[in-house]
């Protein structure tokens, strides 16, 4: 579904480059749950985002369904990010001024394919999907950050994407909360065959994952960097399916 094809990306800061993703290769398979696991400022969120193509790279290919995508026009990239990419941020990126059921009607109302009555059902429903039925008419800031993390996710899939992709999902959360957060995803990609693409620093996430990868020094690294099982929370890379 995912090809990677030597990507790289870099900033400048002032007279200085600063290379953050350097040479990634990667394959994401239809139905994967894959996690890229990594410390703060390892590139794991710059690579999430030119995988989503929300940052274009410097060098390199994303293909996606046989195309790669920053070779398209800027509308179909749109296109695709819009009806075939869910995104889940860390810190959400709700829309204060909107209700919770108008903020997961939004992508909807853009892909223009529905009637408004089709959109409010189908938000509605994926809102009590995610258990916040009778919240669809609170703001933001009347809900608690496990709520507004269940909204996003709401939103993600409310166009019903191949592939979503989550930034730290749990990383603003409480632990029972955030493991509510991942049964959550996983019990929607085994039902729906959904694609899913998380970057973490959290361990106890990846340890669920089918597929694991870990980044360092902005490369991937298929193993444990820091060597054999030393630590209570040490992984393995698991490809089960």
């Not at 290769?25 to 710059?46: M, Q, R």
């Not at 790279?57 to 509308?75: M, N, T």
């Not at 360092?216 to 393995?236: C, I, Q, T």
Request: aromatic residues 6%; hydrophobic residues 35%; glycine residues 8%.
């Amino acid at each position: 579904m995912l090809i990677i094809k030597d990507i790289h990306k870099g900033y400048s800061t002032g007279t200085r480059r600063l290379s953050v993703l350097k040479g990634i290769e990667l394959i994401i398979n239809p139905g994967d749950v894959f996690t890229v696991v990594g410390p703060s400022g390892a590139g794991k969120s710059t690579l999430l985002h030119v995988l989503g193509g929300l940052d274009k790279p410097d060098q390199g290919q994303v293909i996606f369904e046989g195309k790669d995508i920053y070779r398209l026009k800027d509308a179909e990239v749109a296109r695709i990010r819009n009806q075939k990419f869910g995104f889940i941020f860390q810190f959400y990126h709700l829309l204060p001024e909107f209700t919770a059921l108008e903020n997961v009607m939004l992508p909807a109302l853009v892909k223009n394919t529905l009637s408004m009555d089709e959109v409010k059902k189908q938000s509605r429903a994926l809102l009590e999907r995610v258990g916040l039925k009778g919240r669809f008419s609170h703001k933001p800031n009347q809900l608690s950050g496990g709520e507004h993390q269940r909204v996003a996710i709401a939103r993600a899939l409310i166009n019903q994407p191949k592939v979503v992709f989550c930034d730290e999902p749990t990383g603003n959360l409480d632990s029972e909360t955030g493991q509510d957060i991942i049964d959550l995803l996983l019990e929607l990609n085994r039902e729906n065959r959904q694609t899913l693409v998380m970057v973490t620093h959290d361990a106890a996430i990846a340890q669920r994952s089918q597929r694991i990868t870990y980044m360092k020094d902005g490369r991937l690294e298929w193993g444990d960097p820091n060597g054999p099982a030393s630590h209570k929370h040490r992984l393995s890379v698991s490809t089960k399916k």
